[in-house]
């Protein structure tokens, strides 16, 4: 297949600009096939040494990056604010709001953004508005009981998976920026996406350091074959899903630990109490009835659980929390609830809405007893 002079330059300008960084040849080529279909990897590659160094720098051997005055440009805007207790929430595009950002600005970041990429775009709200699915799943009412909306990971495809990575890398690029050294990021998660969002924001220079599972009855998995339950009634077509992992990433130190909680309050998580390690093990429960009402999102995430893994991001209790997937507000109000200053940005201007009523609701909550089932130390 032959492509119109520069096509494919322009693809790889696009990818790049995309994630807001550089990207390895190997996975330049990947993104350019997926937007254009068979292009052979070493037109790529020449396309590439033929542009550099006029639009592409080669940052270190094998990997590329956009020259700056080739960035296609950010927008300077302003973003609508509002306050509420130690909360300032943001009205807007987060990779809008994080590119205005100042550099190391943020002390943590514990969000939940969205999968699909369309599922919390205009179209598919609509219609989850309208109750007509779309990527959301609508399961039926079950013994009188609505039950909640979920989006489908499963239709995503190849290009969606690439194009999910790309927007992980981008997203890791923007928080690598605005956070301090040492600074904790947690990242809402699903088992069959959680290796994506931990290698793609690896690869913009954050730290992986493990997973936090929210053990919780999902209604995800377990079901018998579709159209042949009865004839394999004994088969799960994959395992009923009983947590949640929560990637954890951390912004790379600047010297030693100590000298990061001194310098910075960063550089790793405080203690439910003083003879309890922060674990990875934390018991939940699905989103309760009282706190969907106050704040109907389809995502909400749970007081109980967010109050615990808020507390825990910052060690010394001091700093910033930023949640650049605000949604219903569940992470600003548990800041609130604990004292902890935070940030939160949404681009739904229902959601926006919802979160500013129902933040200050969901902070004078009572929670279910917080217990955490890590082990004392010795
Ligand atoms: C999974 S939900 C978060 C729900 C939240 N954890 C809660 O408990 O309510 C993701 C949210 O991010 C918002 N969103 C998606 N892309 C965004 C963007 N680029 N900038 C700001 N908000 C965005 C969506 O509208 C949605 O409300």
Redesign the pocket.
């Known amino acids: 297949m032959s492509f119109a002079p520069g096509v494919i330059r322009d693809s790889i300008v696009s990818y790049l600009s995309n994630i807001d960084g550089p990207a390895t040849t190997y996975e330049i080529v990947a993104a350019v096939q997926h937007h254009l279909g068979e292009v052979p990897a070493s037109s790529v590659r020449s396309y590439l040494s033929l542009n550099t160094p006029r639009i592409f720098e080669r940052t270190e051997r094998g990997t590329y990056g956009l020259k700056e005055n080739s960035r296609i440009p950010h927008t300077n805007s302003e973003f609508p604010i509002r306050r509420i207790d130690r909360a300032e929430l943001f009205f807007?595009?987060?990779?809008e709001w994080m590119a205005q950002q100042k550099p190391q600005s943020i002390h943590a970041v514990v969000?939940?953004?969205?999968y699909g990429l369309v599922e919390?775009t205009e179209k598919e709200?609509t219609k989850l508005r309208a109750g007509k699915g779309g990527v959301w799943r609508i399961p039926p009412s079950f013994d009188g009981h609505k039950r909640a909306p979920l989006p489908r990971f499963t239709t995503l495809n190849d290009a969606d998976l690439v194009a999910l990575r790309a927007f992980f890398v981008r997203f890791g690029n923007h928080v690598k920026r605005i956070c301090v050294p040492g600074a904790n990021i947690v990242v809402?998660s699903n088992p069959l996406l959680s290796h994506i969002v931990a290698d793609a924001m690896t690869q913009s220079g954050l730290e992986l350091r493990g997973y936090i599972a929210r053990q919780v009855m999902t209604m995800r998995g377990g079901d018998r074959p579709k159209n042949a339950h009865l004839e394999f009634d004994e088969v799960s077509v994959m395992p009923r899903s009983q947590w949640e992992p929560w990637v954890v990433l951390r912004a790379p130190l600047e010297g030693r630990v100590q000298d990061n909680l001194r310098k910075w309050g960063t550089g790793g998580f405080r203690r439910p109490s003083i003879s309890k390690p922060f674990g990875d093990l934390i018991k939940s429960h699905p989103t309760p009835a009282n706190e969907k009402k106050i704040?109907p999102?389809p995502?909400?995430?749970p007081q109980g659980f967010m109050r615990q893994i808020v507390r825990g991001v910052l060690p010394l209790g001091e700093g910033i929390i930023l949640?650049?997937?605000?949604?219903?507000?569940?992470?600003l109000a548990a800041a609130n609830a604990i004292g902890y200053n935070s940030k939160g940005?949404?681009?739904?201007a229902e959601?926006y809405e919802l979160?500013h009523s129902a933040i200050p609701k969901l902070t004078a909550l009572a929670t279910r007893s917080e217990e955490s089932n890590t082990e004392e130390d010795d």
């Open positions: 807007g595009d987060c990779f969000t939940d953004p969205p919390y709200t809402a704040s999102h995502s909400l995430k949640d650049p997937f605000m949604g219903g507000g569940s992470t940005v949404e681009r739904d959601y979160a």
